[in-house]
């Protein structure tokens, strides 16, 4: 897993480029980022903008305006009185919901003792009566709002633009794809798949919760599916790795590697990451040892030289530029979401560091 950026800034998207509604959006995040200093955070305070004649361009009142009237219609329904009481927390704490910063919504979750608008699949136990209708109009929400608009859900994309592989894996490409006209009759737009950390079939009064969605790959999207992810998995908005690459001689032939991952979470084995990587991109490990047992003048001076142990002593740049040439990856961990393998790359750079490669 690599980290995602959930700065005040990537918590809000607009489907305008008018100059009115960008200079709203920076007053929002404005206020998001001063509101983030104090303790406890005061989202309530975004409600000074909702009048603005441009707040509809603006993902968090577009959704919460939406969401707002799905709740009034569920209060005059026939679903159960419980139901309705607990929706009233959903009002109360809309904005930290639509916005809030992800460590502030996993303490809602952990706080939260109404667990009846929360229903983990996986536990056995009987869903509460009209917990379908409630879970099926955050679904249509989210469809509406984002995942079948498509203005607003190619401003979701646009705040992941320098994203160009899926966060969980590290594996696969997730850019999307804006053909300027069909061909013939195939979709002239393609996407990543939105990928809810907390599933919304579980959690669906965060099925438009912008630091519970992702740009991912289709494959973990599939796999992770509705695996309940609060108590003992890490979200990439989460400021921590998850897990660690390690390398292990192959008895069965000592001049391959196998790899393994150390790790205190679930993601790896929500998403099978360990299989995946040892099946399919041992290789990868092991071309880059046979490069240096092939050619020890050659590699194992410019590997000596990227890991000199005195880094003060080496240009920055020079060090990015002999790790590119010998790993074909980027060194820096902010940069990890650019090409696939940059995490594996990076450990494996780690490991040859405690080796003796002369």
Known sequence: MIKVDNSYKKRIFTDSKDIKVLELKKKVENLINEVEK????????????????????????KFKKAIMLEISKLKSSSIPDIFKKRLKDIEKNIYLILIGRYDKIKEFLISQKYFILIYPYCNNAAQPIGYDIYQKVFDNLYKTQLSNNDKFKRAFFEMFNNMNVCPYCNRNF????YKSQKVGCDNNKQSPDIEHFYPKSMYPFLSLSISNLLPSCSFCNKVKSNVDTLKNSISPYEDKQDFEFKFLIDSSNILK???????????????????????????????????????????????????????????????????????????????????PLSKLTKDLYLHFKNLDVN
Not at 39 to 46: A, E, I, K, S
Not at 174 to 177: D, K, Q, R, S, T
Not at 269 to 280: D, F, V, W
Not at 294 to 311: F, G, I, M, N, W
């Open 257 to 339: 590697h196998k790899i393994k991952l150390e790790t205190k979470s679930d993601n790896s084995k929500i998403l099978h990451l360990e299989n995946l990587y040892s099946e399919i991109h041992e290789d990868y490990i092991n071309d880059i040892y046979l490069d240096v047992l092939s050619h020890p003048e050659v590699h194992t001076r410019a590997l000596q030289t990227l890991l000199e142990e005195d880094e003060s002593k080496q240009d920055k740049s020079k060090k990015e530029e002999w790790y590119k040439s010998f790993f074909r990856n980027y060194y820096n961990e902010e940069d990890f979401h650019k090409h």
């Open 38 to 61: 104090d303790n406890p955070f005061d989202y309530t305070q975004l409600k000074n903008f909702e009048n603005d004649k441009n707040a509809d361009h603006l993902s968090v009142f």
């Open 174 to 177: 997730i850019n999307p794809i």
